[in-house]
């Protein structure tokens, strides 16, 4: 599977973004995937994350704010950021699997090649 994050840029505090991450080379609708965010100096943690049926999982610190979906026909996923802090600004990452587990802990295999998000006003 290969994945191509898009949708970075610099936003200013309040405002939003929709991060896309495009799939190919396998059957989409078969993965789980999640997107994962990298600030400098700190670990790399789960955003969001959403199994092969829909159901979606979001971290405490975005809940109400960002959103993850997929369009299985696009073999697409997107996290939509909305109310962004300075503190979401970080390098986002999507991850696939066929196992949502190993998506949510990060072990999968497949990786895509993050998406600078900066939030500064």
């Known amino acids: 599977v290969q994945l191509q994050a898009s949708g970075g840029g610099l936003v200013q505090p309040g405002g939003s973004l929709r991060l896309s991450c495009t799939a190919s080379?396998?059957?989409?609708?078969?993965?789980?995937m999640g997107w994962y965010r990298q600030a400098p100096g700190k670990q790399r943690e789960l955003v969001a994350a959403?199994?092969?049926?829909?159901?979606?999982k979001h971290a405490d610190s975005v809940k109400g704010r960002f959103t993850m979906s997929r369009d299985n026909v696009k073999n697409t996923v997107y996290l939509q950021m909305n109310s962004l802090k300075l503190e979401d600004t970080a390098v986002y990452y999507c991850?696939?699997?066929?196992?949502?587990?190993?998506?949510?802990?990060?072990?999968?295999?497949?990786w895509g090649q993050g998406t600078q998000v900066t939030v500064s006003s």
């Open positions: 991850n696939a699997d066929r196992s949502y587990l190993r998506v949510v802990a990060g072990t999968n295999d497949y």
């Open positions: 080379g396998s059957i989409f609708s078969f993965y789980a």
């Open positions: 959403i199994t092969n049926g829909g159901v979606t």
